[in-house]
C-alpha cells in the first residue's frame, strides 16, 4: 500500500528526532553490554566506560557553529 503525501512528509519532519532517539538508545545500550563508547564534547574526544570514567583519545579541532536553514557556498 503506497504511503500518501501528507504522511510521508510527517515522517520527514520527525526524521531529527528519530535520528536522536536512535543515537541515544544506542549509546546506553552499549554502555549496558559493558563496551564503551566515543564521545565528541568541545573539540575532544573522549572514551566513556560503563563505569562512567572518560580518557581523552584525541583533541580535534573545536566544532563549526551552523545555523539551521543557512546554506554556504564552500570555495
Do not use: C
Amino acid at each position: 500500500m503506497p504511503i500518501s503525501e501528507e504522511s510521508m512528509r510527517f515522517l520527514e519532519e520527525h526524521i531529527p528526532e528519530l535520528a536522536q532517539s536512535a543515537v541515544t538508545q544506542a549509546y546506553w545500550q552499549t554502555l549496558a553490554s559493558g563496551n564503551s563508547v566515543l564521545q565528541s564534547e568541545n573539540g575532544v574526544i573522549y572514551e566513556v566506560f560503563p563505569d562512567g570514567t572518560r580518557t581523552i583519545v584525541k583533541e580535534i579541532a573545536a566544532p563549526t557553529p551552523v545555523t539551521t536553514g543557512e546554506t554556504r557556498v564552500l570555495r
